[in-house]
């Protein structure tokens, strides 16, 4: 059974840092990726990465404060996440899927596992 734990979020003040890890029992999936979902707002994109470490794809509000990176011996995807905002509060969630993504169509629809998510909350 798939599953993915993510780890890590916390309450930090803005400017802050925090590492969100994500780890997949007993699989290496070609991309894994980031989502996020604030409150009263729809899940939304952050990050992917492929199996070899290339092909991210970043979210325009998390490009150059956000780093996706992936240890592939431990199947953890990690989002390090660097000069919070207030407006960075959500649950992040975890997603992986077994096919290369290449930023071309939805990544929410491109994705076949998740999992349940870890709250980041960033105060001002």
């Known amino acids: 059974q798939v599953q993915l734990v993510e780890s890590g979020g916390g309450l930090v003040q803005a400017g802050g840092s925090l590492r969100l890890s994500c780890a997949a029992s007993?699989?290496?999936?070609?991309?894994m990726a980031w989502f996020r979902q604030a409150p009263g707002k729809e899940r939304e994109f952050v990050a992917t990465?492929?199996?070899?470490?290339?092909?991210?794809y970043y979210v325009d509000s998390v490009k150059g404060r956000f780093t996706i990176s992936r240890d592939n011996l431990r199947n953890t995807v990690y989002l390090q996440l660097n000069s919070l905002k207030p407006e960075d509060t959500a649950v992040y969630y975890c997603?992986?899927?077994?096919?290369?993504?290449?930023?071309?169509?939805?990544?929410?629809?491109?994705?076949?596992?998740w999992g349940k998510g870890t709250l980041v909350t960033v105060s001002s």
């Open positions: 997603a992986a899927s077994w096919k290369r993504y290449d930023g071309s169509t939805s990544a929410q629809d491109a994705m076949d596992y």
């Open positions: 007993g699989r290496t999936f070609y991309t």
């Open positions: 990465i492929n199996w070899s470490g290339g092909g991210t």
